[in-house]
């Protein structure tokens, strides 16, 4: 059956620090991967969206990448601040627009 | 502009009930997506309507059913309530429904069977 694992832990971090999220798929071929946020009690929020022929893609501070053959996409913020601590989901899609979501990693980030 | 808005915010029935949710998409957006969550998981699919047709399905019992409206707006009814049923319903509206498509998500509704 499909997985994806994200860091179940809670990443802390330094502010002024990039942090790094990690999200691995099984048994999936997504067309699309997209990466969210979501503050507690809120629905998530969409951040950035990336295309199965794509590398890598940055939106300011954020950063997405994708490797196919490993399964993984990578999520960075650099410069991170107080105001990022949330938890962070990705999500896949494949030819049908439904997303297929990780259990989220929460991200902290102290002064 | 107003997002997604979700009605109602809060609920609590009783094992056995049943319970009618509510969304309004954002303007022009046709496409409406119902999704669970529950405490500690990412959101799980549930239901997605486009022109007011099914268009998936996700691994639900049938107590779980939804409609869209001409408006797109949408409703989500859950019959014979189960404790596990008990977590936070998100409606996601996007423009065209496509894979691919930014989907914006509304605030939820949280239910509480006991």
């Known amino acids: 059956s499909q997985k994806i694992e994200q860091n179940s832990e809670a990443l802390n971090i330094q502010e002024g620090k990039t942090a790094t999220l990690t999200c691995n798929y099984t048994n999936y071929s997504p067309a699309y991967l997209q990466w969210y946020r979501q503050d507690p009690g809120r629905g998530p929020v969409f951040l950035l969206l990336?295309?199965?022929?794509?590398k890598e893609k940055r939106k300011e501070r954020l950063k997405v990448t994708f490797d196919t053959t490993l399964k993984q996409s990578l999520f960075h913020i650099t410069a991170s601040q107080p105001a990022d601590s949330a938890t962070y989901l990705c999500?896949?899609?494949?030819?049908?627009?439904?997303?297929?979501f990780g259990t989220g990693t929460r991200l902290q980030v102290t002064l | 502009d107003a997002g997604v808005t979700q009605s109602p915010t809060h609920l609590i029935k009783t094992r056995g009930q049943h319970v009618t949710l509510r969304c309004s998409p954002i303007s022009g957006h046709k496409s409406v997506s119902w999704y669970q969550q529950v405490l500690g998981q990412g959101p799980q699919f549930i239901f997605q309507y486009y022109e007011k047709e099914e268009r998936g399905r996700g691994n639900f019992p049938d107590r779980f059913s939804a409609r869209q409206f001409p408006n797109y707006s949408s409703e989500l009814n859950v019959n014979a309530l189960l404790l596990g049923d008990s977590a936070l319903y998100l409606c996601?509206?996007?423009?065209?429904?496509?894979?691919?498509?930014?989907?914006?998500f509304g605030p939820g509704t949280r239910l509480t069977v006991l």
């Open positions: 990336i295309r199965e022929n794509e």
């Open positions: 999500a896949l899609t494949g030819t049908a627009s439904k997303l297929t």
């Open positions: 996601a509206s996007s423009l065209a429904g496509t894979s691919g498509s930014e989907q914006f």
